[in-house]
């Protein structure tokens, strides 16, 4: 192909692709040039806060009780700094200030300055929770260890089992969806899901002693409610049936459409649990099963001989 004719195809694609008929739905312009949240600058996130949450079987490696308290110091810092950095890119994602009435008067310079300052009472906010997030994941790791027969002590729990690798970042992302950070939330689940094959959404709520053996294929959905004590096995689906429509034919979002698991339930491998029911306290669900109804508490499910 000679120069003159690629020239010719250049700018042809360039003129394709710059059709707004073409990049409609797909084009994201930066609010103020702040950029989109960074996949880099979350990972680090992941990274101190497993540091932080785990130390010793984290980050610093020469870690002592001597030194705990600078370490654990630095690290905080280092995350409140990234985090308010990537909650105010998801702010200004989210068009912060074209959505909130209250900044429809103030100029744009007043807007981001307000932004920064929410976001980082947001990072400080989420800080303060790092003290309950290390005792809910302190409950996960008792309960990996005492669902898995295999597992030699706690320190093989916390550095191998992709159970407690995801729980530390779902744990991190709902504290985040509970202070309504846009956007960072579904980016650090969807991370882990990469890392773990275990999906988890943000919004999901789970309580203590939680555990997943095994973990690849299982999935939970935005509003499953999973009480205390519950395990699941692997290839385990907290979904939903189907999905209302408005009256133009759209998906209607934010309802209530996901299980709701009481306190001590254990569902077995590859089992799909669909719609807004509910499986009673102590009920157990046999595997390779579809369960679209309400189990009372108690009960066990099983595949019909």
């Not at 030194?67 to 690290?75: I, P, S």
């Not at 429509?245 to 998906?251: I, M, Q, Y």
């Amino acid at each position: 192909m000679s120069a003159k004719t690629f020239a010719t195809t250049l700018n042809k694609t360039v003129d394709e692709l710059t059709s707004p008929a073409s990049y409609k739905d797909l084009y994201h312009e930066h609010n103020e040039g702040i950029p989109l949240p960074s996949s880099d600058a979350l990972r680090q996130i992941i990274d101190l806060a497993r540091s932080i949450i785990f130390p010793g079987y984290y980050g610093q490696s020469c870690i002592n009780t001597n030194t705990l308290q600078y370490h654990l110091g630095v690290d905080i810092e280092q995350l409140h700094s990234l985090l308010s950095s990537q909650i105010l890119a998801g702010l200004a994602f989210s068009n912060f200030d074209q959505d909130t009435a209250a900044f429809a008067a103030y100029n744009s310079a007043t807007v981001i300055a307000e932004m920064r300052r929410i976001a980082e009472d947001r990072a400080e906010t989420f800080v303060s929770r790092l003290p309950e997030l290390r005792r809910l994941l302190a409950t996960d790791v008792v309960a990996a260890f005492n669902g898995d027969p295999a597992a030699k002590n706690y320190g093989e729990i916390i550095s191998c089992y992709p159970v407690i690798k995801e729980l530390t970042v779902y744990r991190i992302a709902h504290e985040l969806w509970n202070l309504d950070v846009p956007l960072i939330p579904r980016m650090l689940t969807e991370m882990a899901h990469s890392e773990t094959g275990i999906d988890i959404h943000p919004g999901a709520t789970i309580g203590e002693y939680f555990t997943i053996d095994h973990g690849t294929g299982v999935v939970i959905g935005e509003t499953s409610i999973i009480g205390n004590n519950v395990k699941l096995y692997q290839g385990v689906t907290l979904g939903a049936k189907s999905f209302p429509l408005d009256e133009d034919g759209n998906p209607i979002k934010g309802i209530p459409r996901h299980p709701i698991l009481e306190d001590d339930v254990i569902v077995y491998s590859n089992a799909s649990i669909l719609g807004r029911i509910t499986i009673g306290k102590g009920a157990v669900i046999g595997g390779n099963i579809w369960v679209t109804h309400d189990v009372p508490a108690g009960e066990s499910l099983t595949q019909k001989r």
